[in-house]
């Protein structure tokens, strides 16, 4: 076991925060005890997780800027309309020197030369603070600096420096971190693209005092329900500097979560579609000792600013909703009210034979599920076993339970259009029947989701049957259609970058376990019968409820076992098999599966563990825009 945590730790490093192993590791023992953490042990080091392109192999492919790059990016440059001027604004106190000239050595060196460096120094006490900068800005014109009388903290100091700032664009830089070289380069590029842009962040990772980058985070394009749960904008985020100013800029009392609590607020008053994502690193997040890049929890003052941001902005947009911090993890829970009288639910349970199986889902659901107003349909396709019948026969007397029978060959979609259309309720929730429930609030926290205006098909988490992940969620193009986030990762696990604890926006969701509003399913056609009878329906459908204008949510706060399609086993013939390509085929021909927005290019599309992929993919234009 020693060994396996060791390699834990060890394919961590340079892909996923240190932090998270450890805390899976505490987690792990808490809920499964000694046995359950040397099982997941020993998936990890049999290879399950992690093996990954090595980061400092995959810089020298994708993140380098020699002589060939430079020249690439002057003719780039050279082709802008505009060079528009960009404002960075740094806020300093108590610098080491060294570090405090590396930062602004960085700006110094970037390839875009239309900016200014808008320093404010919060009163520091340490006396080589104030001359250094006054050496900076006197051999460097485009620095500008402000001497603050007084200690204000960060919020202040921040709202000195943009006093500072004449740029069109302002951008926020820490006074201990580092800026890659094209990083106001690809900004302004952008701004060329999309002169309407609000908000553009950018990936980051983070750099060691020995100067080795590691943890890249790979973010996706704009994810409503993921900037609630995690300020994942974080670094290089960069504004128009008109709309900075019009919110007020940055709040004191929010210190810690003020740039979160500032994301909101400009985020209220944009359009999405004016956020804008640069899937390339621009940014090292220094670790120094103190520093939220070493350890999120030397700070923990600012998770109860972010969680008293987002509260505000909820009641600001008149959303009824609760807010708690997720224990440990940097992320925030946004729980909605269910509407009174809450909606009724119709649970369509399709099924064949395997009676003990459909009991287990049943039983689950009537004796663990605190949400009461439900009813059951079961769809019997053409079960022969008696003691399938039987039992059908029998939780009948449930008044809550239907049997709907279904005769011919199975078809997933036709199956579940069927009983759609017989439902009562204002919202269904597809479930196979293979499914247990766990936490019995799964489908409050479900229904509660999908009734919001604007969310379509709501996702569960999902469990094999040993506790490893089978659904976090759907990434379009893994394995040439679409593979579940995180399989196989352990149940405590916090995932990349926190997503296995957090609500997000997401293209696609399993139909083995889907809340939707019946109106929406029947607005879309409900799941393709002709040509995706088996495979890829829940795929298809949650695009196309994309596609009407809805967003699609995945919650870890719904939990349940999957024993993935037990009772209609497995694609192990050729008929099976030619049935699964063509439905593959036509998936491939109906949708633009390459470029997930939820999900970066510079991660692998050959595995489901968020691993770096080889070399970055090029990013085309897709129809599906990413969250509103």
């Known amino acids: 076991m020693r060994l396996a945590l060791g390699a834990l730790v060890a ?30 042990l020993r998936r990890i080091d049999q290879g399950g997780q992690f093996a990954a392109v090595d980061y400092q192999r995959w810089i020298e492919r994708n993140d380098t800027f020699g002589p060939a790059e430079q020249e690439l990016m002057k003719r780039r440059l050279a082709g802008l309309a505009s060079k528009p001027l960009i404002s960075i604004v740094m806020p300093v106190y108590n610098t080491p020197e060294d570090v405090l000239r590396a930062a602004v050595d960085s700006v110094v060196a970037q390839a875009y030369e239309n900016w200014e460096l808008c320093i404010a120094d919060d009163c520091s006490s340490m006396p080589h603070v104030r001359p250094l900068l006054a050496e900076l800005a006197g051999g460097e014109p485009r620095i500008k600096l402000a001497l603050r009388a007084e200690n204000g903290r960060i919020a202040k100091a921040s709202n000195s420096a943009l006093e500072l700032v004449s740029g069109e664009w302002t951008a926020l830089f820490d006074h201990d971190d580092l800026l890659a070289p094209t990083a106001l380069a690809e900004v302004a590029l952008l701004v060329g693209q999309h002169p309407d842009a609000e908000i553009i962040y950018s990936d980051e990772d983070k750099i060691a005092g020995n100067g080795v980058r590691y943890e890249p985070y790979f973010k996706p394009e704009f994810s409503r329900e993921m900037l609630r749960s995690q300020n994942y904008f974080n670094h290089l985020t960069v504004y128009r500097t008109e709309t900075l100013r019009a ?60 969680k008293r941001a ?131 609030d799964w489908l409050t926290e479900m229904v509660s989701w999908a009734q919001q ?96 204008g809805y967003l699609n949510v995945w919650t870890p706060f719904a939990e349940l076992y999957h024993l993935e399609s037990e009772s209609r086993g497995a694609e192990d013939n050729f008929e099976k098999q030619d049935r699964f390509n063509a439905e593959a085929d036509f998936m491939l021909g109906r949708w633009s599966l390459a470029n997930d927005p939820y999900y970066s290019p510079s991660l692998t599309l050959d595995r489901e563990d968020f691993s770096l992929s080889a070399v970055r993919k090029r990013v085309w234009p897709t129809t599906m825009d990413a969250g509103r």
Not at 263 to 288: G, M
Request: net charge neutral.
């Open 247 to 306: 919110v007020g800029a940055w709040r004191p009392g929010f210190e810690g979560s003020q740039d979160f609590d500032l994301n909101l607020r400009i985020f209220e008053r944009v359009d999405p579609a004016n956020i804008h994502h640069i899937p390339k690193i621009l940014y090292h997040w220094r670790a120094l000792d103190g520093s939220t890049a070493l350890d999120g929890a030397e700070k923990s003052y600012a998770r109860e600013a972010g």
């Open 11 to 40: 394919r961590q490093t340079g892909n996923q925060p240190i932090a998270s192993s450890l805390s899976l590791v505490v987690r792990t023992l808490r809920h499964g005890g000694l046995r359950k953490l040397a099982a997941d």
């Open 310 to 440: 987002l509260e505000e902005h909820l009641a600001r947009l008149k959303i009824d909703a609760k807010v708690e911090a997720v224990p440990g993890a940097a992320v925030y829970r946004t729980l909605h009210a269910v509407s009174e009288p809450p909606p009724l639910v119709s649970i369509i349970i399709p099924t064949r034979d395997r009676w003990e199986l459909l009991r287990n889902c049943v039983d689950s659901i009537q004796q663990k599920t605190s949400y009461s107003r439900y009813e059951i349909l079961i769809v019997d396709n053409d079960s022969v076993e008696p003691e399938t019948k039987a039992y059908l026969g029998a939780v009948v007397t449930d008044p809550k339970v239907r049997v709907l029978p279904y005769r011919g060959a199975f078809n997933f979609s036709a199956i579940n259009n069927s009983a759609v259309s017989q439902a009562n309720g204002s919202i269904v929730a597809l479930v196979n029947n293979d499914i247990e429930v766990i936490s019995p």
């Open 453 to 548: 205006p604007d969310i379509g098909c709501v996702g569960a988490k999902l469990y094999y049957a040993n506790d490893t992940i089978q659904h976090a969620g759907v990434i379009l193009g893994i394995g040439g259609v679409a593979g579940h986030s995180h399989k196989s990762f352990p149940r405590y696990h916090e995932g990349y970058f926190s997503r296995l604890r957090m609500v997000q926006n997401l293209s696609a969701v399993t139909g083995a376990c889907l809340v939707v509003r019946k109106a929406i399913y029947e607005q879309v056609g409900g799941l393709e019968e002709a040509r995706l009878a088996i495979a890829f329906n829940d795929v298809d459908f949650c695009l196309k409820v994309r596609e009407a």
